[in-house]
């Protein structure tokens, strides 16, 4: 990022935070479910998270890794390929200006139900929140999301997205930075 804006200057904007909007958000949970006739079920569960730049987005980078990243993460690892009740499973953190989400989306099994796959889901979720991550864990997945950084920086359509985002996030391009220096 510093080399971007060395090699095109500054940029001229406001800086600083965007103007808030209110969201509206509804009480409890929603639940929406699609039937069409398909040979296997996809599942998607989403989360309310945070916005860009807060501390826990970084948080949230690690937990997709611990939960969705390669073979040996811990719902490709059980429910995949050792418990074969889905076909895959992903996991996608996105923060935004306002509120962030987290999603979790899977494609099951032929004849494996979207409710057994969400409670065996929800029991891996709730194991990595009450035993944290191994040393492993943590060590491979911040290995990955440094990786995954600066390998965008390689493209530059990547570097201008960055740059893009946090400025209509109002926390301006020279966080992204600010996330190199941190490493």
């Not at 923060?95 to 494996?112: Q, W």
């Not at 009450?130 to 990547?158: F, M, Q």
Request: include cysteine; glycine fraction near 12%; hydrophobic fraction near 40%.
């Amino acid at each position: 990022v510093a080399e971007t804006v060395r090699r095109l200057g500054p940029l001229a904007g406001k800086g600083g935070r965007r103007e808030e909007y209110p969201v509206v958000l509804p009480e409890g949970g929603e639940r929406l479910t699609l039937a069409r006739p398909v040979q296997a079920a996809r599942l998607a569960l989403g989360y309310r998270t945070c916005r860009v730049g807060d501390p826990d987005d970084y948080v949230l980078d690690i937990v997709e890794q611990v939960l969705c990243g390669g073979r040996s993460s811990r719902l490709v690892s059980r429910l995949v390929e050792q418990r074969r009740l889905a076909r895959w499973v992903g996991g996608q953190n996105e923060a935004r200006t306002s509120l962030g989400h987290y999603m979790i989306m899977a494609e099951l099994m032929p004849g494996i139900s979207p409710s057994a796959f969400e409670e065996e889901l929800l029991a891996e979720i709730a194991r990595l929140a009450r035993d944290g991550a191994t040393r492993t864990e943590l060590e491979k997945a911040r290995a990955n999301v440094t990786a995954g950084y600066l390998y965008d920086l390689e493209r530059s359509l990547s570097v201008a997205t960055k740059i893009g985002m946090y400025e209509a996030a109002g926390a301006g391009y020279a966080f992204a930075g600010r996330l190199d220096a941190q490493g």
